[in-house]
């Protein structure tokens, strides 16, 4: 028997969905109350393909299909949108609960219980055995988004008097290693790392040989207490696959590895995303009331800055009458203005993410983009100035719609970048309010020099 596609496959390779007909069959099987049919759809889905199925069937649907499957993999739980979790758990008996999350690491259990409320968050904690929740909880005391939360408290250790035959040993013998490690990490007797050698290095080299002479030259260790955003980027930086966690003393108490660091990226982008946005955490299990109370505020800052630009208008309004063409001539400069501007602020915000802009190399990024300004609105200022002069047959007009257009540009290129530096240097998080920011300051500046200029040479 063929197995039936799972999957829409689109032109590229990486556009791959679970498909219609797929959800469609699943959507039967429930209906059905067929729980062997089901098992058989989901039986070779990967533990995120089950969560995006979950994910994609309607509130009602839901809760028939976590019945009929009886019972969630911890992995599964894992894998939820955190907006959906909740309510996956409230639909979950204790003893399925206990089961979903016995056999999760400890990263992956703080990472469920920190996005929880207190009962359900208490009922997690509950299914765990006395010693994992001593190890939970302990790690749940380590503030919000630090590497404390992030790392897992299984971690594969060695004296650093040992040899690979020893650590091979101990290796074979060891009946609780964690399902996921990459390296052995050398300690001192104090618990303090001093270096890691992966697994193929353990497995090539010959018994005798001492780890201590098959260290990585990445090894690195990060306090418990660092912020998550440090942790990826030295993962980023440096091309980790894993890294030690010490506390305050340097001993070792845990180890981050590289897909927990891989999902803090991924957070980091997405989140930076949403907030040049204005949507904030919203996803797409959301309500609508919720959807719509995270996205009011930004809107409202929005209007009051829209407000403003039409207010530097209504200064220049005799203008605008007399000279009607000036009003299907603004948007243009003002656009302009603000696609520059949000190019710069891109740039901008991304290498502050990833820490190429710092203060250090500020000037010189500022000068540059200051500069690309310059040069684009030379070139669109005369492209433009000759487009108003044919279009409105005048060719004051068009000097008027050049300069504007050129001094909006270069205003834009340095809003892009000083904006996002200036936010960060007062603490604000750059991607939040520097595109409202910088379309303000592109539409208010070249408004202002449209109109301004038009009033001086037109009228």
């Known amino acids: 028997m063929i197995a039936e596609p799972r999957y829409d496959e689109g032109e590229d390779e990486e556009d791959i969905v679970l498909n219609e007909r797929f959800l469609a069959q699943v959507r039967e099987a429930v209906e059905a109350g067929d729980k062997v049919r089901l098992d058989a759809l989901l039986d070779d889905l990967h533990a995120a393909d089950v969560a995006d199925l979950i994910e994609q069937v309607g509130s009602g649907e839901r809760a028939a299909l976590l019945e009929l499957m009886g019972g ?33 690491e400890s990263d992956d259990v703080v990472d469920l219980v920190e996005d929880l ?21 302990q790690s749940l005391a380590f503030p919000e988004d630090s590497a404390g939360r992030l790392m897992q408290r299984e971690v594969v250790m060695a004296p650093e008097h040992w040899s690979v035959g020893d650590a091979i040993d101990f290796l074979r013998e060891a009946e ?4 996921q490690f990459y390296h052995v990490i050398v300690v001192d007797p104090r618990l303090r790392p001093v270096g890691y050698v992966t697994l193929g290095s353990i497995l090539s080299a010959p018994r005798e040989t001492p780890l201590k002479a098959l260290f990585e030259d990445s090894f690195r260790t990060v306090e418990a207490t660092r912020p998550q955003a440090d942790v990826a980027y ?4 440096y091309h980790l696959i894993s890294m030690p966690v010490v506390d305050d003393d340097d001993r070792l108490i845990g180890v981050i590895t590289i897909d927990d660091a891989m999902i803090v990226l991924d957070e980091e982008h997405e989140e930076d ?23 009011f505020g930004w809107l409202f800052v ?3 800055t829209a407000i403003l630009a039409s207010a530097v208008i209504a200064l220049f309004s005799d203008v605008v009458d007399q000279i009607v063409a000036l009003a299907i001539a603004m948007p243009i400069v003002a656009s302009m203005g603000g696609n520059a501007g949000t190019q710069s602020l891109t740039v901008a ?3 502050m993410a990833t820490r190429d802009l710092t203060g250090a190399n500020a000037w010189r990024v500022v000068m540059r983009e200051t500069a690309v300004g310059f040069l684009n609105g030379l070139l669109y200022g005369v492209i433009l100035g000759a487009v108003g002069w044919l279009w409105f047959d005048s060719a004051m007009l068009g000097v008027v719609l050049s300069v504007a257009m050129w001094l909006n540009l270069v205003v834009a290129g340095l809003a892009g970048i000083a904006i996002p530096l200036g936010l960060e240097k007062v603490g604000i998080d750059p991607a939040l309010a520097s595109g409202t920011l910088v379309t303000t300051v592109t539409d208010v500046v070249g408004f202002f020099c449209f109109l301004s200029l038009a009033s001086w040479l037109l009228l």
Do not use: C, K, W, Y
């Not at 030295?234 to 930086?237: E, K, R, Y």
């Open 176 to 179: 609780d290693l964690p399902d």
């Open 302 to 304: 929005n209007l009051l």
């Open 349 to 351: 915000v991304r290498a």
């Open 273 to 295: 995303m949403m907030l040049m946005a204005g949507v904030g955490d919203s996803s797409l299990s959301d309500t609508i009331l919720e959807t719509a109370r995270q996205r």
């Open 72 to 104: 969630l993999d911890g992995d599964i739980l894992s894998e939820l949108d955190e907006g959906l979790r909740e309510e996956v758990i409230d639909q979950l008996e204790p003893e399925e609960l206990a089961e979903a999350v016995r056999d999760l």
């Open 117 to 137: 409320e207190g009962e359900q968050a208490e009922a997690v904690l509950e299914a765990l055995d006395s010693a994992d929740r001593a190890v939970v909880e």
């Open 234 to 237: 030295l993962f980023n930086q």
